[in-house]
């Protein structure tokens, strides 16, 4: 096999989606007409509104970001003390948890989905364990049957960390319905975005209500502060940016499921490759493709593989790693082994995917895979 040139520019993990600049600089003119840039204005209002709908949500509110959403939905439902969640996840998880002064507890996770492990929370509950908080990892969703049904057996609170999960849903019903909110990250690396920005979504409309209180600095009225919040609000260039992303939404997660479906097509034929499927009733968003590398078939762990695609200007993530259980300000809470967690954080590689990808870039990338265990072999 020829050695595969590298890419002449960068090829990023992945690339913002973003509006036509026509179509910004008049929907930002009617923001300049109105002299309203922030504080809840006809931009946030109306994205609130078509987010709710296009999510199929009862009861939705919007944020500067999803680390203060999380933040927010641990105080609308009163949580305290301790809080099962994964160590498997971006470290705004359990950061949200920590601010509110709640422990988090990490359990274990499945090997295949790659999240939270039902089998494995119930041995973690205790008195103080006030709520689950699992994460539906790379827009998978969790075993929500499951994790309801502990959280009913045990009078728990459950937050779903949906960061990866806009748009999905599990037979006809919105992954944003499940539990008592869910969290939806609208950054910019996100399926959709609104550049920085963060949504909750409630089945309760008192918890909204008191949502949306403590994100503006704990304002009921204009003379009456209910209690401590914070400046959590979504501003109305954001918004701005949300409402023209909406209407492309739905063409950039059919080009990501043709990206995946030509990595999935080559790189099965591939030894040492790993990856997920689509699961029958479940409506992906193809927020990620993401690789699990065993060395033993391979020849080259994960680690080597990110550094070796470097040299071919290719720039994949290991996602997540380190688990947060191995931080340093969360090392001294771990007590139990959480040895599936750890070799997934091991072999997982996400590669670049956009809906804006050529598919030749796929192609290439796959071949650049294929040469590098070729090599690794011969070595």
């Known amino acids: 096999m020829l050695q595969p040139k590298p890419f002449k520019a960068p090829v990023y993990i992945t690339e913002p989606l973003l509006p036509p600049i026509g179509d910004t600089a008049a929907i930002f003119k009617k923001i300049w007409e109105s002299k309203q840039v922030t504080n809840n204005g006809i931009m946030c209002r109306t994205l609130e509104k078509k987010?709710?709908?296009?999510?199929?949500?009862?009861?939705?509110?919007?944020?500067?970001?999803?680390?203060?959403?999380?933040?927010?939905?641990?105080?609308?439902?009163?949580?305290?003390?301790?809080?099962?969640?994964?160590?498997?996840?971006?470290?705004?998880?359990?950061?949200?948890?920590?601010?509110n002064n709640i422990k988090p507890v990490f359990c274990d996770i499945e090997n295949e989905s790659m999240n939270i492990d039902p089998g494995k929370i119930e041995e973690l509950v205790t008195k103080d364990t006030a709520a689950l908080l699992p994460v539906h990892v790379f827009g998978t969703p969790c075993n929500v049957e499951a994790i309801d049904k502990i959280a009913r057996r045990h009078r728990l609170k459950v937050i779903y960390d949906a960061a990866h999960a806009f748009g999905v849903s599990i037979e006809g019903k919105s992954i944003g319905s499940f539990?008592?909110?869910?969290?939806?990250?609208?950054?910019?690396?996100?399926?959709?975005?609104?550049?920085?920005?963060?949504?909750?979504?409630?089945?309760?409309?008192?918890?909204?209500?008191?949502?949306?209180?403590?994100?503006?600095?704990?304002?009921?009225?204009?003379?009456?502060?209910?209690?401590?919040?914070?400046?959590?609000?979504?501003?109305?260039?954001?918004?701005?940016?949300?409402?023209?992303?909406l209407e492309k939404i739905g063409r950039e997660i059919e080009a990501r499921g043709k990206i995946t479906n030509i990595y999935r097509n080559i790189l099965k034929g591939i030894g040492g490759i790993k990856f997920n499927r689509d699961i029958p009733g479940v409506v992906h968003n193809y927020s990620y493709f993401v690789i699990r590398i065993n060395k033993g078939e391979y020849g080259l762990t994960r680690d080597e593989v990110y550094e070796e695609l470097k040299k071919y200007n290719v720039f994949s993530r290991r996602y997540f790693y380190p688990l947060c259980s191995n931080f340093k300000c969360y090392g001294s809470l771990q007590k139990r082994p959480l040895s599936v967690a750890q070799a997934v954080s091991e072999e997982v590689l996400a590669l670049p995917l956009h809906g804006r990808m050529d598919t030749a870039f796929a192609e290439r990338i796959c071949s650049i895979i294929s040469y590098i265990k070729g090599r690794a072999h011969k070595l």
């Open 179 to 245: 539990g008592d909110a869910s969290m939806f990250s609208l950054h910019a690396t996100k399926v959709y975005n609104t550049i920085e920005g963060g949504a909750l979504a409630f089945g309760k409309q008192d918890l909204k209500i008191r949502a949306d209180i403590l994100k503006n600095f704990g304002f009921r009225s204009e003379s009456d502060v209910q209690e401590p919040g914070i400046n959590g609000k979504l501003n109305e260039l954001q918004s701005a940016i949300g409402i023209l992303l």
């Open 51 to 99: 987010l709710a709908d296009f999510l199929k949500v009862k009861h939705l509110s919007l944020f500067s970001n999803g680390t203060a959403a999380l933040q927010i939905a641990c105080r609308a439902l009163n949580l305290g003390g301790e809080v099962i969640t994964t160590p498997f996840t971006f470290a705004a998880t359990p950061h949200a948890l920590a601010w």
